[in-house]
């Protein structure tokens, strides 16, 4: 177990004093029985009025309201919390779904939903086709082996590209590129699984690096807002896979929301009234610190710059 602080702030900056339209958060992590959170904080410039809501996903989302005009908005998120989870955890799957195919179980079928449907153009099965090489052809298809086998082939075959245009790349741009950002990574995964017949979702939130505590290998993406995809296994539930760095398991991912589609999964989306012009640029920073119970803070811990 460790204990983990996330500091994750956003600035606006503009021309003038402008007005802004209400903005929406998703900063809080989800509670369970591998992260449970400690303290909460979030301070905007100028004030807000700040109401909660769990949305269709039960994610905590913050709407934030602004009397106020400014030529400045800033969010800072400060989360405390203790975090448990193993790499590459023993999975225990059902028998019946050990081997691939599998069918879910009716009771299944209907709670997965839409996670089981593609949600993006493949006209020439460019996805299908990338995803059936890591079938087995001479023999019985291991459903956990080929899913490993997928999720490290993106980090060993595609290239880590921040970017940091809006949006997420569709699954075939970065198919055909072969780099993208942890956040395409993960669509082009959950795109890939949905098109073999299983269910995936994507997840935001954040990667804690283990160098921070004097880890050999520095995470990829990590001390940035960060992206991968869970795929339901019976009897094992939804397991996390991480391609950016070709890691299973919730070792080091804080998990801040869980989500159909990656649009759905925005940390911070807002609005001002102005002219195009009127806006000069925003800067995120998001620092991430560990420490051991009874200790402070770990003094390797740095800043980075975040990828929204």
């Known amino acids: 177990m460790q204990h983990l602080t996330v500091e994750h702030s956003t600035i606006y900056r503009y021309a003038r004093p402008v007005r802004f339209g209400e903005h ?17 904080g979030i301070k905007i410039t100028p004030p807000a009025e700040i109401r909660w809501l769990h949305d269709v996903f039960n994610n905590s989302i913050a709407i934030a309201s602004f009397s106020d005009m400014a030529d400045t908005l800033e969010f800072v998120s400060t989360i405390t919390l203790e975090h448990y989870g ?52 001479e023999g019985e298809t291991h459903t956990y082996d080929m899913l490993i086998a997928m999720n490290s082939a993106i980090n060993a075959r595609f ?30 995964m959950m795109e890939a699984v949905r098109s073999l017949g299983l269910a995936a979702r994507f997840v935001s939130g954040y990667l804690y690096d283990p160098v921070l505590d004097g880890g050999s290998e520095s995470m990829v993406g990590a001390g940035e807002t960060h992206a991968w995809v869970q795929v339901y296994l ?61 200790q402070g803070a770990s003094p390797t811990s740095r800043p980075l710059v975040a990828t929204l």
């Open 24 to 40: 929406r958060l998703m900063f809080r992590p989800r509670d369970s029985h591998d992260i449970r959170l400690i303290s909460t």
């Open 234 to 294: 019976p009897g094992a539930g939804w397991v996390e896979f991480d391609p950016t760095n070709g890691l299973i398991g919730g070792a080091n991912l804080i998990r801040v929301a869980v989500a159909r589609d990656p649009s759905q999964a925005v940390p911070l989306q807002g609005s001002f009234f102005g002219a195009a012009s009127d806006f000069i640029d925003m800067e995120v920073k998001v620092t991430v610190t560990a420490r051991q119970a009874g």
């Open 86 to 137: 193993g790499d590459y955890p023993d999975l225990t799957l059902a028998p019946y779904a050990r081997i691939f195919p599998f069918t879910y179980s009716g009771e299944e079928m209907a709670d997965l939903g839409r996670t089981l449907e593609r949600h993006y153009e493949d006209p020439e099965h460019e996805v299908l086709e990338w995803a059936r090489q890591f079938l087995n052809r």
């Open 159 to 188: 290239s880590y590209a921040r970017r940091y245009d809006l949006g997420t790349q569709p699954p075939l741009e970065t198919l055909r590129k072969g780099s993208g950002s942890c956040r395409d990574f993960a669509l082009l």
